[in-house]
């Protein structure tokens, strides 16, 4: 009897755990799929509005439009990245002892979620491994630029 109610009160504590991993890994594939989801939706708006200028695989071109591999204004402030969409660029960059002049149009046109989602893209790209940004990141900035 008493080996009966031990192998109960061993099992006990399993059955009560198991919901909450259960849970805690629909969180981790959900977060996952909302990641992957962005970055594909990230990819789209890449292809459409910077491939252009900063090549498909993100190599830019010489001194005209800057890479987006490892640099610190992919990897560095969020904010910085965003105002640069937000309001384009009229500075000369210098990435690695190479300047860029090659002026940067605003692509304020581009809705939160979007920026969000190609900047995400960016940031993990190309070698890139950086945070995720968030449309409210990006709303925040533009409500800053008015």
Request: with cysteine.
């Amino acid at each position: 009897m008493k080996k009966l109610l031990f192998t109960a009160l061993l099992a006990l504590p399993l059955t009560l755990f198991v919901p909450a991993a259960a849970q805690a890994q629909k969180k981790t594939t959900a977060k996952a799929t909302v990641q992957r989801d962005q970055l594909l939706e990230g990819k789209k708006v890449y292809s459409k509005f910077c491939a252009s200028c900063h090549q498909l695989d993100g190599g830019g071109v010489p001194n005209l439009n800057p890479p987006l591999s490892k640099t610190i204004y992919v990897l560095g402030d969020k904010n910085r990245l965003i105002k640069i969409i937000l309001n384009g660029s009229n500075e000369s960059l210098e990435i690695d002892g190479e300047t860029y002049s090659n002026p940067m149009p605003q692509l304020d046109i581009l809705k939160d979620q979007e920026i969000a989602d190609v900047l995400t893209y960016v940031r993990n790209s190309f070698g890139n491994k950086a945070g995720a940004i968030t449309a409210s990141e990006v709303k925040a900035q533009r409500t800053k630029k008015k």
